[in-house]
Antibody, heavy 117, light 113 residues
Framework: QEQLVQSGAEVKKPGASVKLSCKAS????????VHWVRQAPGQGLEWMGI????????RYAQKLRGRVAITMDTSTSTVYMELSSLRSEDTAVYFC??????????WGQGTVVTVSS | QTVVTQEPSLTVSPGGTITLTCASS?????????ATWLQQRPGQAPRSLIH???NRHSWTPARFSGSLLGDKAALTLSGVQPEDEAEYYC?????????????FGTGTKVTVL
C-alpha cells in the first residue's frame, strides 16, 4: 500500500527551527511532486510549498519565503520541510502530499508542531 | 495576495443537492487553474475528491461532480449522504509566468440535517 509516513510531534520554542520528514512507503517519489500543507488549530488549509521529483526545484508560498526550505533525499525516498524562526502562529498540523499532474492522491497522516515558550 | 473564496457554510437535507463554489480574487477561474476539491473530516488528513476541475478519483463516489460555473469552480453533491458532512476545500494552481504556486480556498462547512 502506497503511503506517506510523517515524523512525530514536535514542541519548539519561539525562534527555534523544526525539520519534519515525509517518507514514501510502498513507492518512490519518481515522477511525483511533493507538497507541504499546514493547518492551524480551527483554521483552514494553507499551502506551503512544493518540491519536484528530482529534488532540485522548489517553490514556496510568498508568506513563508525565507523561512521555509523543502529538500529531498532520493536515496531514502524522504522529503523534509524545515521551518525556521518559529512563532506561535506556526503552531499547526503539517501535512505532506504527493501530486502528479495536479492530482493529489496520497497524503501523510500529519505532524503536530507546537510553538510555545 | 491572492484570496480564494468559498461559502463559509451550507446546510443540506439527506438526499438533497448542494453546490459549493470557489472564486479567485485574480479573476475568472478557468480549466488552467486545475481546480482540486478536497474533503476533510475532523481529525483526518484531507482527501482529494475531484482533480483538474471535473475528474473523479477511483475512490470518489459518483454523487460528487466538479465543473466551472460562471467564473468560478464548483463542486456539486447530488443525493447527499450523512457521511458527506465535512469541510470542503478547493485548491487552485497559479502557474502564470512560471510562478507555480497553489492557494487553498477558505473552506465550506457542509452540514447534513
Amino acid at each position: 500500500q502506497e503511503q506517506l509516513v510523517q515524523s512525530g510531534a514536535e514542541v519548539k520554542k519561539p525562534g527555534a527551527s523544526v525539520k519534519l520528514s515525509c517518507k514514501a512507503s510502498g513507492h518512490t517519489f519518481s515522477n511525483y511532486h511533493v507538497h507541504w500543507v499546514r493547518q492551524a488549530p480551527g483554521q483552514g488549509l494553507e499551502w506551503m510549498g512544493i518540491i519536484n521529483p528530482t529534488g532540485d526545484s522548489t517553490r514556496y508560498a510568498q508568506k513563508l519565503r525565507g523561512r521555509v526550505a523543502i529538500t529531498m533525499d532520493t536515496s531514502t525516498s524522504t522529503v523534509y520541510m524545515e521551518l525556521s524562526s518559529l512563532r506561535s502562529e506556526d503552531t499547526a498540523v503539517y501535512f505532506c502530499a504527493r501530486e502528479l499532474a495536479w492530482t493529489f492522491d496520497v497524503w501523510g497522516q500529519g505532524t503536530v508542531v507546537t510553538v510555545s515558550s | 495576495q491572492t484570496v480564494v473564496t468559498q461559502e463559509p457554510s451550507l446546510t443540506v437535507s439527506p438526499g438533497g443537492t448542494i453546490t459549493l463554489t470557489c472564486a479567485s480574487s485574480t479573476g475568472a477561474v478557468t480549466s488552467g487553474y486545475y481546480a482540486t476539491w478536497l474533503q476533510q473530516r475532523p481529525g483526518q488528513a484531507p482527501r482529494s475528491l475531484i482533480h483538474s476541475t471535473n475528474n473523479r478519483h477511483s475512490w470518489t463516489p459518483a454523487r460528487f461532480s466538479g465543473s466551472l460555473l460562471g467564473d468560478k469552480a464548483a463542486l456539486t453533491l447530488s443525493g447527499v449522504q450523512p457521511e458527506d458532512e465535512a469541510e470542503y476545500y478547493c485548491l487552485l494552481y497559479y502557474g502564470d509566468g512560471g510562478a507555480q504556486s497553489y492557494v487553498f480556498g477558505t473552506g465550506t462547512k457542509v452540514t447534513v440535517l
